[in-house]
């Protein structure tokens, strides 16, 4: 970080807009909350430097969060656009272990915030590092800092307490703080479509509402064969997001599971997947 600057947003009163508490910081605690976020700004920094990310500037972006991790570091998403009708909620880095998608990210928020065009009649809600204390461990691992898989801990109508180490469901559904911020985006700023990056099973795969008739399926497909990606129905597992988000909420959820997860894979991935990512905003809600 250069400078004193903090261009992010210290957003303390919308709290109760996102149904969600403080995580200690009170509303006169501006300033400390600037420090916290100065620190993990440049510990972020660090890291992608040790990756070869050159090129993301985390300062040039407008940054809100309202809760943080058992390793006291920020849940952080930005949002551009101000549309009730189409909103669209991207979320990467849940596996801290799948760095592309953090580097994508990252990335597709500088793009928007360089070009407004593409917001003018929607709104886009970026989640770039779902799970901070997984993606600066070293070495970076799957889970969060107490062993649990955020995507197999949110409470959905079948979860089951699972103990496999790499997919720990946690001691109760909805028990971590990831957890909680991703629902907390969700009933904030109610997304038409989300869409979640993984890696590095590679293929598309879609849960939600659906036919093959349908204009988003339709869509998917064609996409399918133009990335070298297969669309797939994938398994639903208890405690996921498609479960929680597209299986119970009828919300479109589209996961996209990268082909790698090695980390310089990121630029050329953001190549391939920016013109899908800028497609699926002007589908029919």
């Given at each position: 970080m250069k400078g004193n600057r903090f261009p992010f947003r210290i957003a303390v009163?919308?709290?109760?807009?996102?149904?969600i508490p403080s995580v200690g910081v009170a509303p006169a605690g501006a300033q400390e909350k600037a420090g916290e976020f100065h620190k993990f700004a440049s510990e972020l920094e660090r890291h992608f430097e040790n990756l070869g990310w050159k090129d993301l500037d985390i300062e040039k972006l407008d940054w809100e969060?309202?809760?943080?991790?058992r390793g006291n570091r920020p849940l952080v998403f930005t949002s551009f656009g101000k549309s009730s009708g189409k909103v669209v909620l991207f979320l990467?880095?849940?596996?801290?272990?799948?760095s592309p998608s953090v580097y994508i990210l990252f990335r597709l928020a500088?793009?928007?915030?360089?070009n407004p065009e593409f917001y003018s009649n929607k709104t886009i809600v970026i989640a770039p590092l779902v799970n901070p204390d997984g993606f600066l461990a070293r070495p970076q691992r799957r889970t969060n800092s107490t062993g649990v898989d955020i995507n197999r801990n949110f409470?959905?109508?079948?979860?089951k307490r699972s103990t496999k180490d790499r997919y720990y469901s946690g001691p109760q559904a909805n028990s971590e703080s990831e957890t909680k911020f991703q629902i907390a985006l969700v009933n904030r700023f109610k997304p038409s479509h989300i869409i979640s990056i993984h890696s590095p099973l590679g293929f598309n795969d879609y849960d939600g509402p659906s036919s093959d008739l349908d204009s988003l399926v339709i869509w998917l497909k064609k996409v399918s064969k133009e990335n070298g990606l297969p669309l797939r129905r994938y398994q639903v597992f208890p405690g996921s997001l498609g479960n929680y988000a597209g299986m119970e909420r009828r919300i479109h959820t589209l996961t996209l599971e990268l082909p790698s997860s090695e980390?310089?894979?990121?630029?050329?991935?953001?190549?391939?997947?920016?013109?899908?990512?800028?497609?699926i905003l002007d589908l029919n809600p």
């Open positions: 009163l919308v709290l109760c807009l996102m149904a969060y309202h809760r943080k991790t990467g880095g849940v596996h801290g272990d799948e500088q793009f928007l915030k360089k409470p959905t109508k079948d979860w980390p310089l894979k990121g630029a050329e991935y953001f190549d391939q997947f920016k013109r899908m990512f800028l497609d």
